[in-house]
Each structure stands twice: as structure tokens, then as C-alpha cells.
């Protein structure tokens, strides 16, 4: 039989997103049942490694009363590159003050970089956890969703409507950079759900045809659009912008500035373009040079005042850090709960090392060492292109079924998102 685990710890490590105080809550609440003690760490690994005992605090219910409807996280957060450098030294810092509190587990809410601090825990230090996934990027291989990304999408969504609303006053297009790092799930959902007109993600570059997008566009405006939202996931690449052409664009202004053709603003505008834009905002200003000409051509042809000086006037806007606070959703609330209490089972029943999952839209956990491997699997066929068929092989049916969802998902978002574009 187990040993019954008597004080655990939590901690919120990495990005912070919403629900994270809904799912602290769930387990100081939940723990109560098996007379279970909850210490409070502050700061994630940061606060565990370098502040005993300053950072850990007794939590017990009045302290998470309340909280439930709040963004951010009680217990901050910190993003801890020197835990991936030194990946023994800190463990066996960070367990050393895990044992001088007496917590013989750990919950951790966080993303894969926070579950991987876990995993070094156990390997080193031989402390279990239990990982519950919490990132507004939804972008954890081994569960269908992630904390706060119901939330993230509110935040985006309400943003890109308000936009729509300015946009189609004025006859404008707004380019809108979504977060998600490398992972295009917000961009993706966004985009459906505010009618966009295009959406580049960075898991299917060649998806966003940026020729075809600007001509439909155009051909759009021609025939009476007013507005356009065009989303961009913050990772999403512009593969068709080969070194060659950069550096051909760059001298020839450079030609033209000493000309005197050009002022120092444009030769600017063009390095900034090719060297140091990303896609979103390289987007903005090939539309607004592309759609002029269109217009001027056109207008040539047809006299028709209307299109006299036209072109897609384009404003950009970031979505950020914006998308990651504010109160939580009743979504991510519930599902925050359903976590903290299903980790804190797993805890009871000496069910230790397992991260909490969404598998066919239901509660689950698997393994947190084969949660991780599938993950790691899914972003080097990412970064690559291609994987191994024998480590393919090596991968147990669940992880095989996770890693094609992965793949499934975005693909199959992606056609929604063309069917129901608005040119
Ligand atoms: O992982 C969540 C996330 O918000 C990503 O979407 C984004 O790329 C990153 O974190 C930003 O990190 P930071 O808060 O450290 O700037």
C-alpha cells in the first residue's frame, strides 16, 4: 500500500495565465478531505531554490477564499532559465528546502518547461509531483487543453470585435499579432471566431499564401468590403521572403538613399521590413505598397473616382501580454477544479509523477515522463519536419494518439478558418 502523503507543496511556475488561483484553490480545498497540508511557494522554482523560508507559506482555506474569480496567480510566478542550466544543482538546492518545510510532494501548475523542473526533481532528488497544465497557449501535446486558454481567447476575441468595429467605420484592415510563441491554437480559434479574413500560424506556414490573401482582399474591396481582420500567431514565419531578396531590397535602398530618391525613414522602413519586422508587421506594409498599386492600376483602367488613391489602409496591433490576465472564465473556472481535485486524488492514492490531462474532453492523467517524451517528440517533428519511425514506434498507443490529435487539431482548424474567411 502507499505511503499516505501528509504535506504537499504548490507552486505557479512559467508564463502566468488565468485560472492558475481557480486551480491553487482546488487543491488546498480538495486536500482537506484526505487531511492533507498545502504549503504556498511563492515565486515557482525561483522562490523554492533561493527563499526558504521567506517563500513558503501555509495554506489553508481562508487563504484561498476569494480568489477564485482572480487573473494572475497569489503565488507570482517566474520564468527560471538557471534551473535548465544547472539542472542537478538546483534540484538538489530547491529539494533541500522541500525537506527542511516537510513537503514530501509538489503540485506543479504550469507548462512542459515547468513539468520538465519536476521531472529533474524526482530524477535527482527523488521528490514526486504532480503537474497540472496551465498556459493561455494550449500547446501541451499530452492534454487537449490548458488553463487559461479559454480565457486568452475572451481577452483576443474582445480585442479583435472592438477593432472590427473601428476597422469597418473607417474602411480599414487591422493586422492582429496573437500570442502563443510557437503554437498557432489562439491564432487559429481567433480567427474563426471573428470572421477573420486570413490567418498565418506557425505550424503551417505555407497555409497563408500571402499573394493569394492580398489579391482576394483587393478583389474584396473592389466589391464593397469594408473591413478586414487578418491574424497573426506571434511564431508564424514568412518562408516566402528568401535571404537573397532581403538583402536585394536592402541595397537597392540603400542605392536609392544615396541617390538622394529616398529619405532616411523609408531606407529605414525597408531595413526594418526585411531584417527586423516579424511577419505580422512585414504583412502591414506589403499590403498597403501592394494594395496602392492595385488601386492605381484600376482606377487607370476604370476612371472610377471611388478608387482614386485607394489601397487597404492597415493598422496592427499586438495582442499580448494583454490576453493573459483578467478574470477567468466560468470555463477555465470549472476545469481548474475538476484539476486540483483530480491531482489531489492522485496524490491520495500514491498515484505520484502523473500530469493532469484532457483526453476526449474528459478528466484523465497519464504519466509525467511519457507526457513529456510525447511532447518533446511532437516539437522536433515540428522543428524538422520529420521523425524518426523507430522512435515512432517506441512511443506507447496513447502518446501515438496524442501526437496525432496534435496534428490533426491545427489542420483541421485551419480549413475551418479558409472555409469561413471573409474575401
Ligand atoms: O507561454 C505563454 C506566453 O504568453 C506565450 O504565448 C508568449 O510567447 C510568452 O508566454 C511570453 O512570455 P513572457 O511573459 O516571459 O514575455
Redesign the pocket.
Known amino acids: 500500500m502507499a505511503v499516505q502523503i501528509k504535506k504537499i507543496a504548490v507552486i505557479t511556475s ?2 502566468d ?1 488565468q485560472a492558475m488561483n481557480a486551480a491553487i484553490r482546488a487543491v488546498v480545498l480538495a486536500a482537506r478531505k484526505y487531511d492533507i497540508e498545502v504549503v504556498g511557494i511563492s515565486d515557482g522554482y525561483y522562490g523554492m531554490t533561493y527563499h526558504y523560508p521567506e517563500a513558503f507559506k501555509a495554506l489553508c482555506a481562508d487563504e484561498v477564499e476569494n480568489i477564485i474569480g482572480c487573473g494572475g496567480t497569489v503565488l507570482n510566478s517566474a ?1 527560471f532559465d538557471e534551473f535548465e542550466q544547472d539542472p542537478e544543482g538546483i534540484a538538489r538546492r530547491a529539494a533541500a528546502n522541500l525537506g527542511k518545510a516537510g513537503v514530501e510532494a509538489l503540485v506543479i501548475i504550469g ?1 512542459d518547461g515547468s513539468f520538465r523542473g519536476g521531472l529533474d526533481l524526482l530524477k535527482y532528488c527523488n521528490i514526486p509531483c504532480v503537474g497540472i497544465p496551465a ?3 494550449n500547446d501541451i501535446v499530452s492534454t487537449e487543453y490548458t488553463l487559461g486558454f479559454d480565457t486568452a481567447l475572451r481577452n483576443t476575441i474582445e480585442v479583435c470585435d472592438s477593432l472590427r468595429d473601428t476597422c469597418n467605420s473607417h474602411k480599414r484592415c487591422n493586422v492582429v499579432e496573437v ?3 510557437k503554437a498557432g491554437q489562439i491564432a487559429l480559434h481567433a480567427a474563426i471566431a471573428v470572421g477573420a479574413s486570413a490567418v498565418s500560424i506557425p505550424e503551417a506556414p505555407g497555409a497563408f499564401d500571402e499573394d493569394k490573401v492580398i489579391d482576394r482582399m483587393i478583389e474584396a474591396r473592389r466589391n464593397g468590403k469594408r473591413s478586414f481582420l487578418v491574424i497573426f500567431a ?1 511564431g508564424a514565419e514568412n518562408t516566402g521572403l528568401p535571404e537573397n531578396d532581403k538583402k536585394a531590397a536592402l541595397d537597392a535602398a540603400v542605392r536609392d538613399y544615396d541617390e538622394g530618391k529616398i529619405d532616411a525613414k523609408a531606407l529605414t522602413d525597408v531595413a526594418f521590413h526585411n531584417y527586423k519586422a516579424k511577419y505580422s508587421e512585414q504583412f502591414v506594409s506589403t499590403l498597403r505598397s501592394r494594395s496602392l498599386a492595385a488601386f492605381e492600376k484600376y482606377y487607370a483602367e476604370t476612371g472610377n473616382i471611388d478608387f482614386k488613391g485607394e489601397y487597404i489602409e492597415t493598422k496592427f496591433m499586438r495582442c499580448a ?1 494583454m490576453s ?1 490576465g483578467g478574470r477567468p472564465t466560468t470555463f477555465d473556472r470549472v476545469v481548474a477544479g475538476h484539476m486540483g481535485e483530480a491531482a489531489i486524488a492522485l496524490i491520495a492514492e500514491g498515484k505520484l509523477n502523473r500530469v493532469i490531462c484532457v483526453h476526449d474532453g474528459r478528466i484523465a492523467d497519464m504519466d509525467m515522463v511519457e507526457a513529456i517524451s510525447v511532447d518533446s517528440f511532437y516539437r522536433k517533428f515540428r522543428k524538422t519536419g520529420s521523425y524518426d519511425e523507430a522512435k515512432y514506434n517506441e512511443l506507447t498507443d496513447l502518446q501515438k494518439k496524442l501526437f496525432a490529435y496534435r496534428l490533426n487539431v491545427s489542420e483541421h482548424l485551419l480549413a475551418t478558418a479558409a472555409a469561413l474567411s471573409e474575401i
Open positions: 512559467g508564463g495565465c520564468r507548462g498556459t493561455i497557449d500570442m502563443g510563441r506571434e501580454h493573459r
